[in-house]
Nanobody, 123 residues
């Protein structure tokens, strides 16, 4: 069981920045896909950014160029740097970790999840 704890959410105005952190109870620098997801009220959870077990990063189109995912392996911490935030970025943000089923195949439905942190962007 991997325990994930997010922090860093808050309320900002349009164009503002936030840095989310996710501390995990175990090392996830190898053998795990890690990522950030978000869920707005009335909407399905969607992936935002991920790092595969091989270190390949991916971003959903709406956040490319504004969000940066990174991890500090020594601290077992995953980060999401968010800039130029927009009201449509408002959501509860979750971090997740999962062992890949095969190379680059991350079965997020089986992931360990954090409890989420709220991000609110006002116009």
């Amino acid at each position: 069981q991997v325990h994930m704890v997010e922090s860093g959410g808050g309320s900002v105005q349009t164009g503002g920045s936030l840095r989310l952190s996710c501390a995990s109870s175990e090392r996830t620098d190898r053998d795990y896909c890690v990522g950030w997801f978000r869920q707005a009220p009335g909407k399905e959870r969607q992936w935002v950014a991920l790092i595969t077990e091989r270190g390949i990063k991916g971003y959903r189109d709406q956040v490319k160029g504004r969000f940066t995912i990174s991890k500090d392996n020594a601290e077992n911490t995953l980060y999401l740097e968010m800039s130029d935030l927009q009201p449509e970025d408002s959501a509860v943000y979750y971090c997740a970790a999962v062992r890949p089923r095969s190379v680059g195949l991350c079965p997020w439905e089986s992931a360990y999840w954090g409890q989420g942190t709220q991000v609110t962007v006002s116009s």
